[in-house]
């Protein structure tokens, strides 16, 4: 079955300190995989996205970058986090079979930055 | 860029009513999906449209893709409490290097019992 796993579910972090998410999906190959964020009562901002190994796009100009070092791996980090960096993050992907597609989007990372 | 404007932003309604949210854009999409997420938790996919002018039902859910391929409907009839939550549209172009998704910015839904 296609499930995807998002890790860790909270984590609470000083300002300047760094960041790692990571992102895993399975039963699939060749996902596009994407990164949002969203804050209290907010909708939803895309961050980045990534079509392959490799390839990265990147939405807004932040204090945060991805990386893609496999197929179904998806990582999103900061080297020094900033207050504003808080916020509920979202992993998601899009399988690319035909007009068949799935949208699934992983648990969530609340972050909060002290 | 590409946007999708939601509306109503919030509701408040008797347990029992139906609800109906919509979305537009100024851009044509090749798909419209619509989610719902509960306080905490990832959103998750309530229903998808991949046709201009498709109408597709999950449960008490019914949403349309518009024949303009710029908005799209959600219906929900007989509401009850746990269709509480936020409900977000998306709308997609799928294919080449392209597939992100574009959501609006939600509706929240409180139902009283």
């Known amino acids: 079955s296609q499930t995807i796993h998002q890790w860790p579910a909270t984590l609470v972090q000083p300002v300047g300190s760094p960041l790692s998410l990571e992102c895993t999906v399975e039963?699939?190959?060749?996902?596009?995989l994407y990164w949002y964020r969203q804050a209290a009562g907010r909708g939803l901002q895309l961050l980045f996205y990534?079509?392959?190994?490799?390839?990265i796009s990147s939405e807004v100009p932040q204090n945060l970058s991805a990386s893609r070092p496999q197929d179904r791996q998806f990582i999103l980090s900061s080297k020094k986090l900033l207050l504003s960096d808080s916020g509920f993050y979202l992993c998601?992907?899009?399988?690319?079979?035909?007009?068949?597609?799935?949208?699934?989007f992983g648990s969530g990372t609340r972050l909060t930055v002290v | 860029g590409q946007q999708l404007n939601q509306s109503p932003q919030s509701m408040f309604i008797q347990e029992g009513e139906d609800v109906s949210m919509n979305c537009t854009s100024s851009?044509?999409?090749?798909?419209w999906l619509w989610y719902k997420q509960d306080p905490g938790e990832g959103p998750v996919l309530l229903i998808a449209?991949?046709?201009?002018?498709e109408l597709t039902s999950n449960g008490r859910l019914t949403a349309q893709f518009g024949i303009t391929r710029k908005d799209s409907f959600l219906n929900i009839s007989a509401s009850i409490p746990s269709d509480v939550g936020i409900y977000f549209c998306?709308?997609?172009?799928?294919?080449?290097?392209?597939?992100?998704?574009?959501f609006g910015k939600g509706t929240k839904l409180s139902v009283k019992p």
């Open positions: 998601a992907w899009i399988t690319r079979r035909g007009g068949l597609a799935g949208y699934t």
């Open positions: 039963g699939t190959s060749n996902p596009n």
């Open positions: 990534s079509v392959g190994i490799g390839q």
């Open positions: 851009s044509i999409f090749n798909t």
């Open positions: 449209l991949y046709k201009a002018g």
């Open positions: 998306a709308g997609l172009n799928y294919g080449g290097s392209q597939g992100n998704l574009i």
